[in-house]
C-alpha cells in the first residue's frame, strides 16, 4: 500500500504514455488522500473499464467489464466498496455484498439503458410473451432485475442465451439492449425478442464511420462492442465485451487498432501496450465520466453516497445476478 508522496508520485510510471506531465500534479494530492483513505476505512475501489486512467490505474483495486466486477464483488474483503462507474453496477455489488457497505461518488451517474425500462415495463412483456425466459442485460436498475429470471453482460450474453435453448427453450426475451439481442440472434440464429433500448455511447457509431477509419489508416484492426449496431459489428473485425476487446488486443498485437467503445477504454488497454498504436474516435459516456478522483476523495471522507435496495427487491434480483454468475 503506498503511504508517501513520493509513492504516489512514482504512479506516473502506469499513466505517463496517456496522461501530460503538466496534468499529474493536478491529480496526486487526490490520488494521496484516497490511497490513505481506503486504509482507514478498510475500503476497496472497483472501476469500470470506461474510468479515467488516473481512477483506473492508481486509485482502484479492482477494475475490469461489467461481469469482472460482478464476479469479484462476490470475494471483496472489506468493509466498504467504492464503485467508480454508474448506479446499475453499484446496485449490483450491493445485491452481491448485502451487508457491507457500498458506495457510489455521484448518484447521477446513470445509463440510458437502465433509463429505457422499468419494472412494469418487464411485467408487462411477460403478459404478452407468457413462458419466455427473460434475460435482463446487467445494464438495469434492480427493481427490473427483480422481474428477471436471470441476468447477462455483453461478455456472457451468447453463452447466457445458448444454455436457456439447451434447457428447450425456442424463443428468448433480452432486455433491454436493442443491439445486443439482435447481435446476438444473429450470432445464434435463435429467435431473441427485443425491447428498443440503446446505449447512447454505443447507438453513435456508423458503418460509415467504420469505412472511413479503415481508408484513412490501412491495416488498422477495428474491434466493436456488442451494443453498437448491427452493420456496425458486421464492419468490424471483432465484437466482444471490453473484456473481450483488452483480451484481443493482449494476444494479437495488432500493430494498430481501434476500438469501436467508449474512449477512456482505449487510453486504459493502451497503458498495457506501448507497441500497439491506438486509433482514437472519441465517444465520451457523460455518466460514467461524473465519476472524478475529486469525488470518491469525497465520498470516502463523508461515507457518501451509500447505495440501498428494498429487501423486496433485493432478494429477488440477487437471484437473477447468481443464475448468471452460475452459468
Request: glycine share 4%; hydrophobic share 40%; proline share 6%.
Amino acid at each position: 500500500m503506498l503511504d508517501s508522496i513520493e509513492n504516489v508520485s512514482s504512479l506516473y510510471d502506469r499513466v505517463k504514455r496517456v496522461i501530460p506531465p503538466m496534468e499529474w500534479p493536478a491529480f496526486e494530492g487526490d490520488i494521496e488522500a484516497i490511497l490513505r483513505l481506503k486504509r482507514e476505512r478498510n475500503a476497496v475501489i472497483l472501476a469500470h473499464n470506461y474510468q479515467t486512467p488516473e481512477i483506473f490505474h492508481c486509485v482502484s483495486d479492482i477494475v475490469g467489464d461489467s461481469l469482472k466486477l460482478a464476479r469479484e464483488a462476490q470475494f471483496v474483503d472489506a468493509d466498504v466498496i467504492v464503485l467508480a462507474g454508474v448506479h446499475f453496477m453499484a446496485e449490483t455489488a450491493k445485491l452481491l455484498n448485502p451487508s457491507k457497505t457500498v458506495l457510489i461518488p455521484d448518484m447521477a451517474a446513470g445509463c440510458s439503458l437502465a433509463d429505457s425500462i422499468t419494472a412494469a415495463d418487464v411485467r408487462l412483456m411477460r403478459e404478452r410473451y407468457p413462458g419466455v425466459p427473460v434475460v435482463t442485460y446487467v445494464n438495469t436498475s434492480a427493481a427490473v432485475k427483480a422481474e428477471s429470471d436471470l441476468c447477462c453482460t455483453s461478455g456472457n450474453a451468447r453463452k447466457i442465451v445458448e444454455r436457456l435453448v439447451q434447457e428447450g427453450h425456442e424463443r428468448v426475451m433480452m432486455i433491454p439492449d436493442e443491439y445486443l439481442a439482435q447481435n446476438i440472434a444473429n450470432e445464434t440464429g435463435v429467435n431473441i425478442i427485443t425491447w428498443a433500448g440503446h446505449c447512447e455511447v454505443h447507438e453513435r457509431f456508423t458503418p460509415e464511420q467504420i469505412r472511413e477509419l479503415r481508408a484513412e489508416n490501412p491495416g488498422i484492426v477495428v474491434l466493436a462492442h456488442p451494443e453498437c449496431p448491427p452493420d456496425v459489428v458486421a464492419e468490424a473485425d471483432y465484437a466482444g465485451s471490453t473484456a473481450g476487446m483488452s483480451d484481443y488486443v493482449a494476444q494479437n498485437k495488432p500493430g494498430r487498432v481501434v476500438l469501436i467503445t467508449e474512449c477512456s477504454m482505449s487510453d486504459n488497454v493502451a497503458v498495457h501496450h506501448p507497441d500497439v498504436e491506438f486509433v482514437r474516435p472519441c465517444n465520451l459516456c457523460p455518466h460514467m465520466k461524473r465519476v472524478t478522483l475529486a469525488n470518491i476523495r469525497h465520498s470516502l471522507e463523508t461515507m457518501t453516497h451509500e447505495v440501498t435496495i428494498d429487501a423486496s427487491v433485493a432478494d429477488r434480483a440477487r437471484q437473477a445476478v447468481e443464475r448468471m454468475l452460475a452459468i
